[in-house]
């Protein structure tokens, strides 16, 4: 049994807490807040608190706290040479201050606050120092069913920004297509289940091959004809900028 | 039981034929193509014929060939006054020859070859000239489990032209991130529930709304570590483009 203390009460750490206690073989000993209001509700199944000095042994501390905070808070944890990791895609491991055992769980998945989490699907991203507190990482994201990878602190990063191309970016695209179609009284559902084939194709195709449409075959009548069509200039823009990069990818002329 | 010819052999006529082909509503008559070879193997499931002289009387006739050889193709047929459709996304209905009765029937999906396509997830976009020609087109989709939708010209075009954004640019930025994982050597599979999992996300949210991230919430910190990150210059202008575009839906200053 791994004992737990969870630190912050933003999307991360609430998702945490769920997966940990639904299993037995991890023990949420204690959570805390800044401010109690926001996770006194769980006081039935935890012990929550808003006050550092109260702090009980634990095997490992999880700051799930927003990234400027990391640093300051990990350095007033009043105690030394236990593991304390951050949650953090582009933090560094170093920003925890080096009185401990340091290590990062960085889920990489988009979390919202309503829906709830399978961890079966969030891939989680461990880097440590030392092999031993690997293990104690290891075997809590085993307990809560992650697929969990080890990374080093480049991977990790890059990681954390190729998320924002196929996250934040790719919905912008989303919301894009929202725009255009809703311009001509067009109804955005339509695409749906196109939206959703496209992210399925490439979980057994790498994107280079699952790639079709008028940019990869170089059709400038169709191409064009789309130029022709966006009214917004910022749309062209991005059309411009994607087709170009899908023709440098494909070994295409530029438009 | 309305009575089809399909002609052409790319992705789009041979998953209509086989969705055709497993409902008792629709029976393909034949199948044309310029090169018998291709469809050969289909010989016992329908007539196989590369001769435009031969084709029968049918209640449909779907134009399922490339962009380009829809016109000269339509005007090729040799008779009028039958429905004959065409199923492209940014053709005019109106490069169908005046002689037919003219429709259009755009399953906008993406195809490959080798993945069986069920079409429930395929909405049809129908469009006509006369309406006793949509019920026949209408139910067709019906029979292959399409949520189909009545468009018009515009809307088709800019669905077609929308469908570019969230499958063909989206694709794209998949595989920038690939690049960059690459690059470190990270796991771009790493990667996959992410991409999953925001193109669920919008299934029942709108793209507007599900947005997060460092371009949202202008988070000058990461941007300003992720555009360091970049190496590619390439790579570097889709970051900058992109985030500017989530900062002027969301109301940010741009970066």
Known sequence: MTSVVILGAGNVATHLFKAFN???QISVIQWYNRSLNTIKSYSNKTEVID???KLKVADLYILAVSDDAIKTFASMLPFENRLVVHTSGSVSLYDIHKKHKRGVFYPLQTFSKSADIDFANV???IEVLKKEDFQVLKKLAIAIGSPAKKVNSDQRK???LAAVFVNNFTNQLYRVAHEITESEG???DILKPLILETAKKVQDLSPY???TGPAKRNDKKTLKKHLKLLKDPHHKDIYNLLTSSIQGTHGRKKL
Do not use: G, I
């Open 158 to 160: 890059v990681l954390h």
């Open 186 to 188: 067009a109804e955005f």
């Open 51 to 53: 006050d550092l000095t």
């Open 123 to 125: 891939p989680v991203c």
């Open 22 to 24: 639904k299993t037995d």
């Open 209 to 211: 091959l699952a790639q």
